[in-house]
């Protein structure tokens, strides 16, 4: 990472890539067109019609929250047809997925893309969504943090085990294993209090909404020093970054290194003009370089 270095700072957006929006290639060929570096995509396999928690944004629950495709299909799709960008989620629901599954999806992905693989997980805020698929709400950090090491210990090994609280498995053989050393980077996209040793313990970076918020960048440097660890070996992404030269400047010299705008679920005709509205921002900040 590179603290205030416009220069090195990639740009990419997110979206939810809906059966009514622009489709996954279309989308990934006019991001890579517009010099992008990245496109993400976030998950749910469903939103339960009780809707009994709600929405953390408040609230109505956008429609593109059951309409999407499945990441790492539409990420596939999108490796197919670009060359150079990098493709993540944003984020992945680790707790909804089985991680023997995952780490061959994901493992999968990065060989298929050639290695552009960016991970960015969560626990989620859906109680009942995790519970249709028998996850445990309450133990879900702990549970998501023995799947990522147990994907790790998969891509790392011919024959990987592991024995924990809630993921356990004898020695299997599972390939393909990814291109990039380690797998792909783990990104956490969470911004409680607890994310900041989470991130130390088991993350290659921090992708919170918004910015850092007063405070967290010590906490951050704290938390790494404990684990032996430099915030500056981090990845740091700023999600929902605001379309503005002056506010992005100022994002980039706090420390966030890759830079990500959020695109709606919208057709073509909605999504292309801000794509092109964003790529003329991103020139004006690398003009200032």
Same mark, same amino acid.
């Given at each position: 990472m590179a603290f205030g270095g416009i220069d090195n700072t990639r740009f990419g957006v997110s979206t939810f890539p809906t059966d009514y929006g622009i489709q996954p290639v279309a989308l990934a060929r006019a991001v890579e067109e517009r010099g992008f570096d990245s496109l993400f995509f976030p998950e749910h396999t469903h939103i339960p019609a009780s809707r009994a928690t709600p929405f953390p944004g408040g609230g109505e629950l956008p429609k593109a929250?059951?309409?999407? @495709?499945?990441?790492?299909?539409?990420?596939?799709?999108?490796?197919?047809?670009? %060359?150079?960008? *990098?493709?993540?989620?944003?984020? *992945?629901?680790?707790?909804?997925?089985? !991680?023997?599954?995952?780490?061959?999806?994901?493992?999968?992905?990065?060989?298929?893309?050639?290695?552009? /693989?960016?991970?960015?997980?969560?626990?989620?805020?859906?109680?009942?969504?995790?519970?249709?698929?028998? /996850?445990?709400?309450? @133990? +879900?950090?702990?549970?998501?943090? %023995?799947?990522?090491?147990?994907?790790?210990?998969?891509?790392?090994?011919?024959? /990987?085990?592991? @024995?924990?609280? @809630?993921?356990?498995?004898? !020695?299997?053989?599972?390939?393909?294993?990814?291109? $990039?050393?380690?797998? !792909?980077?783990?990104?956490?996209?969470?911004?409680?209090?607890?994310?900041?040793?989470?991130?130390?313990?088991? /993350?290659?970076?921090?992708?919170?909404?918004?910015?850092?918020?007063?405070?967290?960048?010590?906490?951050? $440097? %704290?938390?790494?020093?404990?684990?032996? +660890?430099?915030?500056?070996?981090?990845?740091?992404?700023l999600f929902g970054a605001p379309p503005d030269a002056d506010q992005l400047a100022g994002r980039i010299g706090q420390g966030f290194d890759h830079v990500i705008f959020g695109l709606p679920a919208a057709p073509a005709d909605t999504v292309l003009p801000l794509l092109d509205r964003y790529a003329a921002v991103v020139a004006e900040v690398k003009a200032r370089a």
């Open positions: 929250y059951w309409h999407a @495709h499945d990441p790492f299909v539409a990420l596939s799709a999108c490796a197919a047809v670009t %060359e150079r960008i *990098c493709l993540g989620t944003g984020i *992945c629901l680790v707790i909804e997925r089985d !991680p023997i599954t995952l780490a061959k999806e994901i493992a999968s992905l990065d060989m298929i893309s050639g290695g552009r /693989a960016i991970i960015g997980i969560g626990a989620g805020w859906n109680r009942e969504e995790m519970e249709n698929h028998g /996850a445990n709400y309450r @133990h +879900r950090w702990a549970i998501t943090r %023995e799947k990522v090491l147990a994907m790790r210990e998969i891509w790392n090994n011919d024959a /990987a085990e592991f @024995h924990g609280e @809630h993921v356990n498995f004898d !020695p299997i053989w599972s390939y393909p294993k990814p291109l $990039q050393e380690n797998g !792909p980077p783990i990104w956490i996209g969470a911004n409680s209090k607890w994310v900041f040793e989470r991130i130390a313990d088991y /993350a290659d970076g921090w992708m919170p909404i918004g910015g850092l918020g007063s405070g967290n960048m010590d906490r951050l $440097q %704290e938390a790494m020093a404990a684990k032996g +660890r430099r915030v500056e070996d981090l990845d740091l992404a």
